[in-house]
């Protein structure tokens, strides 16, 4: 049993892709094999930001022989009146590569007709690879392709090197792009800053740990749990937890192949600051970690740099010099913001249109309050509720237009909360206008409030109506308007 690596390197790619590419070769690859009978005892595929690689252990040598019954022409078809071949049967034969002695005649359904059992040696499994292989390249899936080279190949990167070992022989494989040619060989790389040398591989048993050796943890696994440990270690230095979002966590992982955490702070002013925006600010914008007390946030970040760890205090003070900025940023917006109640913000909801033939989010608002009164109506609600959800439905969308909201967009609701309790509002209007948006995808938790039930309720349904109603119906590939996600939400909430 033999074992094959293939490394492809890249320049750096997306980490969304390296993820991707990954699931894609886990799923791919076995079935590519099967297709031509071979099994390996184990598949191993891994992905950095500058290269995908997956090992077969327990390679066969060779496909098993195997036999195979070939129908062929109706006997009357196939011999003339004194049982000599017709040229259909020749045909028959010369194709199959079999001898005149080799077939049978026998009985169907539809009457007899000529049969061979053509045995079939098992191919090389190196013969099999060669032509696999750029199949698994090519066939990978992805957003944002590029060209490169002067070919049309179009990968998320330029490829720029290839590693085909079997055993401990080069396997002769080709990518082609126009006068391009990049052809296999048994040298890598390393990591970039590290061990900028050439490195060359001996034997696919040996890949990991020679990567190891020149600073690339190829196992997307253990770079995780690396970057893990080292996050809590120095969170619980730092007198606090880390707040380790997963989705952060996924796309860190694949930025980096050798995972350095180093911790950075800020100043404890801008605690002030609601800590929605200061985690998104960290999380969303700069990738960091925040770290938590049981009392809120603490003035850390730990952040995740693909180096040097003797660096990590020059690279802490970099991302403390970066946070600083987009913190005092939020702060202006936060204070400038304040200055106004929120319902002053409503008029500036006219410069900015929902929908061409549907007016302004000015207009949606109307249609919004409109449709939350009449379910309103049917809840027979108390003039305390009718109130909290009026006042709700006409300011759901002001923080829109805030300048917080157009720096971060994916704090509207939240901020319109924070705003509201701000500008006087009761806790009720404050809530409804946050819980509105719930959920917001799949895993999102519910919206508690009847206030924002109802206003949720009623965004949708406009949405739904409105957008329908024009035709524009949701296709497989375009949904500009999230109206399967509003539909689900309104099943959801309703249920």
């Known amino acids: 049993m033999a074992q094959f690596l293939l490394e492809v390197g890249t320049e750096e790619l997306p980490a969304d892709f390296v993820a991707s590419a990954i699931a894609q070769w886990q799923e791919k690859i076995p079935q590519s094999l099967a297709v031509q009978l071979l099994t390996p005892e184990a598949i191993e595929v891994y992905g950095t930001p500058r290269r995908l690689a997956v090992i077969l252990q327990g390679l066969p040598p060779q496909q098993p022989h195997r036999e195979e019954e070939v129908k062929g022409p109706p006997k009357t078809t196939a011999f003339t009146g004194g049982d000599k071949p017709t040229p259909a049967l020749e045909g028959f034969i010369r194709k199959q590569g079999v001898s005149l002695e080799a077939i049978e005649i026998r009985n169907t359904e539809k009457g007899e007709f000529v049969f061979v059992n053509k045995k079939i040696p098992g191919r090389p499994s190196s013969e099999i690879l060669q032509e696999l292989i750029p199949q698994w390249i090519t066939g990978l899936e992805g957003r944002r392709f590029m060209r490169w080279g002067d070919g049309d190949f179009k990968f998320p990167r330029p490829l720029r090197w290839l590693v085909a070992l079997l055993d401990r022989t080069v396997l002769p494989v080709e990518i082609v792009n126009g006068t391009t040619v990049l052809k296999s060989d048994r040298t890598s790389l390393g990591h970039r800053i590290l061990h900028p040398q050439t490195i060359s591989l001996d034997h696919p048993a040996h890949y990991q740990t020679t990567l190891r050796q020149a600073f690339v943890e190829v196992d997307p696994l253990q770079r995780r749990q690396t970057i893990v440990e080292q996050i809590e270690a120095i969170a619980a230095t730092l007198g606090g937890k880390a707040d380790i979002p997963e989705d952060l966590l996924k796309e860190v992982t694949n930025l980096v192949e050798y995972p350095t955490a180093c911790a950075g702070n800020f100043d404890e002013a ?226």
């Not at 207009?363 to 109506?377: G, P, T, V």
């Not at 917080?404 to 209007?429: C, D, N």
């Not at 946050?434 to 009847?450: C, G, I, Q, T």
């Not at 119906?473 to 099943?491: C, E, H, K, M, Q």
Request: with cysteine; glycine share 6%.
């Open 270 to 495: 801008f605690l002030e600051l609601p800590p929605e925006v200061i985690t998104t600010v960290m999380v969303t914008h700069q990738r960091y970690f925040p770290v938590l007390a049981p009392t809120g946030l603490l003035p850390h970040f730990i952040t995740i740099s693909n180096g040097d760890a003797a660096k990590s205090t020059l690279i802490a003070r970099g991302n403390e010099r970066v946070i600083r900025a987009r913190l005092a940023d939020a702060q202006f917006f936060y204070q400038a913001d304040c200055d106004d109640s929120l319902a002053s913000y409503l008029p500036l909801l006219e410069n900015v249109t929902f929908q061409e033939e549907l007016g302004t989010m000015h207009d949606k608002i109307d249609r919004i309050m409109e449709i939350a009164q009449m379910i309103a109506d049917q809840l027979e609600l108390d003039e305390t509720h009718r109130a909290e959800v009026e006042s709700t439905a006409m300011l759901c969308k002001a923080d829109l237009v805030t300048q917080m909201v157009y720096e971060f967009p994916e704090l509207q609701g939240i901020m319109g909360q924070k705003y509201a309790l701000v500008s006087g509002e009761s806790p009720a209007v404050a809530q409804g206008i946050f819980e509105h948006y719930l959920p917001r995808n799949a895993e999102d938790k519910m919206p508690e409030s009847l206030t924002g039930q109802i206003v949720g309720l009623s965004d949708r349904l406009d949405t739904l109506v409105s957008i329908f109603g024009l035709g524009m119906i949701p296709t497989g590939s375009s949904d500009p308007f999230a109206l399967r996600r509003a539909a689900n939400a309104v099943i959801h909430v309703t249920w």
